[in-house]
C-alpha cells in the first residue's frame, strides 16, 4: 500500500479513533500513529493494544502529523484546534469524524491557519458501543464516509484525504456541511433523538401510570424483562456516549427540530388511522415503510454489515 500520511495524529481514541488506528495500520497507508487522549485509561487500552507507536495526553504532540483527526465530541474542537495552531506542520490536514459540520466550520476557519488545510469529515459508521476496545479495522468497510471542504479548500489535499478514507474501506463522498447537517439530522440525529425519549418513557412509565391512577400498572421491572425485539432495536442507540451526543443535539438543533416537527407530523397521521380503526390505511403505512426499508437494505446501508466482524 502506498503512504498517503507519513504521520497520523488521531486525537481521541474510543470507538470511532481506534477503529481508525486500526484501519489505518491494516492498510499500511500510513507511516506512524500518534495517539492522543485525555483519558489515562484509554491511553493506557490504547498503548496495550498497539495502536500506534507515540502516546501522549499533550494534544501538542500532534503538531508534527501529516493529517490530525479529531475524534472527540464537536464542542472540544476549538479549544483542541487553539492549543495546535502555534505548532502545525505547513501543508497539514486537520479533518475529523464528528456528525455535525455547519458549527465545525465555524468554530475551526476563524482558528485554522491559512498554510494548513481545514477539511471535515464524517464516517457514517459506528456501534452502540464506545471505548478503544470497540473499535474494529473492518468498521468503515464499505460504509460512506462524507467529506464537507470549504469552497476554497484546495483540491490535491481534499482527494488526499478521500484516497485515505478508501484505503480504510470507506466509500467517499463530498457535500456542503449545511446539507450534510440536514440529510443526518434524519437519517442519525432524529433516530437517536427517539431512542432517548423512548428510554425515558419506559424509565418513567411506572411512576407515570400510578400519578394517573391507572388500574392496570405496567411497570418498569415488566418492560425491561419483556422487551421484544423492537424495543430492543429502537432503544439500541440510546447506549450512547452522551458528551458526544449533548454536542449534536445542541449543535444541530434546528435541522433536528426541523425533522422531529416533520415526524410529529406523521405520528399524527398514524395515530389518527389507528384511532378511527382505519385497517386499510394502517396496512398501507406499513407496506410503503416495508418498502422504503428493503431499499435501505439493497443501498448497503443496513443489514448486509456486521460492524465488529474482525475486531483485533
Same mark, same amino acid.
Given at each position: 500500500m502506498t503512504i498517503l500520511f507519513p504521520r497520523l495524529a488521531i486525537i481521541g481514541i474510543g470507538l470511532i479513533g481506534s477503529s481508525i488506528a486500526r484501519a489505518a495500520l491494516r492498510a499500511g497507508c500510513v507511516e506512524g500513529i500518534t495517539i492522543i487522549d485525555c483519558n489515562p485509561e484509554h491511553l493506557s487500552s490504547a498503548v496495550n493494544l498497539r495502536l500506534g507507536d507515540r502516546f501522549s495526553a499533550d494534544v501538542q504532540q500532534a503538531a508534527d502529523a501529516d493529517l490530525i483527526?479529531?475524534?472527540?465530541?464537536?464542542? #472540544? %474542537?476549538?479549544?483542541? +484546534? $487553539?492549543?495546535?495552531?502555534?505548532?502545525?506542520?505547513?501543508?497539514?490536514?486537520? #479533518?475529523?469524524?464528528? #456528525?455535525?459540520?455547519a458549527q465545525v466550520l465555524h468554530d475551526l476557519k476563524g482558528v485554522?491557519?491559512?498554510?494548513?488545510?481545514?477539511?471535515?469529515?464524517?464516517?457514517?459508521a459506528g456501534t452502540e458501543h464506545s471505548g478503544p476496545q470497540a473499535g474494529s479495522s473492518g468498521l468503515f468497510r464499505n460504509r460512506y464516509t462524507l467529506?464537507?471542504?470549504?469552497?476554497?479548500?484546495?483540491?490535491?489535499?481534499?482527494?488526499?484525504?478521500?484516497?485515505?478514507?478508501?484505503?480504510?474501506?470507506?466509500?467517499?463522498?463530498?457535500? #456542503?456541511?449545511?446539507?450534510?447537517d440536514r440529510v443526518l439530522a434524519m437519517t442519525s440525529?432524529?433516530?437517536?433523538?427517539?431512542?432517548?425519549?423512548m428510554v425515558h418513557t419506559a424509565e418513567h412509565l411506572e411512576k407515570n401510570l400510578k400519578q394517573e391512577q391507572v388500574d392496570d400498572m405496567i411497570s418498569q421491572t415488566e418492560v425491561m424483562k419483556y422487551s421484544a425485539g423492537g424495543f430492543r432495536d429502537l432503544t439500541r442507540i440510546a447506549h450512547a456516549n452522551p458528551a458526544m451526543w449533548r454536542d449534536v443535539l445542541? %449543535?444541530?438543533?434546528? +435541522?433536528?427540530?426541523?425533522?422531529?416537527?416533520?415526524?410529529?407530523?406523521?405520528?399524527?397521521?398514524?395515530?389518527?388511522?389507528?384511532?378511527?380503526?382505519?385497517?386499510? +390505511?394502517?396496512?398501507?403505512?406499513? $407496506?410503503?415503510?416495508?418498502?422504503?426499508?428493503?431499499?435501505?437494505?439493497?443501498?448497503?446501508?443496513?443489514?448486509?454489515?456486521? %460492524?465488529n466482524e474482525d475486531s483485533e
Amino acid at each position: 500500500m502506498t503512504i498517503l500520511f507519513p504521520r497520523l495524529a488521531i486525537i481521541g481514541i474510543g470507538l470511532i479513533g481506534s477503529s481508525i488506528a486500526r484501519a489505518a495500520l491494516r492498510a499500511g497507508c500510513v507511516e506512524g500513529i500518534t495517539i492522543i487522549d485525555c483519558n489515562p485509561e484509554h491511553l493506557s487500552s490504547a498503548v496495550n493494544l498497539r495502536l500506534g507507536d507515540r502516546f501522549s495526553a499533550d494534544v501538542q504532540q500532534a503538531a508534527d502529523a501529516d493529517l490530525i483527526i479529531l475524534a472527540i465530541p464537536s464542542g #472540544s %474542537y476549538r479549544d483542541i +484546534a $487553539q492549543q495546535l495552531v502555534p505548532h502545525l506542520k505547513d501543508g497539514a490536514i486537520v #479533518s475529523d469524524t464528528g #456528525s455535525v459540520k455547519a458549527q465545525v466550520l465555524h468554530d475551526l476557519k476563524g482558528v485554522i491557519p491559512e498554510n494548513v488545510h481545514l477539511i471535515p469529515a464524517h464516517p457514517v459508521a459506528g456501534t452502540e458501543h464506545s471505548g478503544p476496545q470497540a473499535g474494529s479495522s473492518g468498521l468503515f468497510r464499505n460504509r460512506y464516509t462524507l467529506i464537507t471542504p470549504p469552497e476554497e479548500t484546495d483540491e490535491a489535499a481534499i482527494v488526499r484525504l478521500e484516497d485515505f478514507w478508501r484505503a480504510l474501506g470507506a466509500i467517499p463522498e463530498r457535500m #456542503s456541511a449545511e446539507h450534510h447537517d440536514r440529510v443526518l439530522a434524519m437519517t442519525s440525529h432524529l433516530p437517536h433523538f427517539i431512542s432517548f425519549a423512548m428510554v425515558h418513557t419506559a424509565e418513567h412509565l411506572e411512576k407515570n401510570l400510578k400519578q394517573e391512577q391507572v388500574d392496570d400498572m405496567i411497570s418498569q421491572t415488566e418492560v425491561m424483562k419483556y422487551s421484544a425485539g423492537g424495543f430492543r432495536d429502537l432503544t439500541r442507540i440510546a447506549h450512547a456516549n452522551p458528551a458526544m451526543w449533548r454536542d449534536v443535539l445542541l %449543535y444541530n438543533r434546528d +435541522a433536528i427540530l426541523e425533522m422531529l416537527h416533520r415526524f410529529q407530523q406523521d405520528l399524527s397521521a398514524l395515530a389518527a388511522f389507528t384511532a378511527r380503526g382505519d385497517a386499510k +390505511a394502517i396496512e398501507n403505512w406499513v $407496506q410503503d415503510s416495508r418498502r422504503i426499508r428493503l431499499m435501505i437494505a439493497e443501498m448497503g446501508q443496513a443489514g448486509k454489515m456486521v %460492524y465488529n466482524e474482525d475486531s483485533e
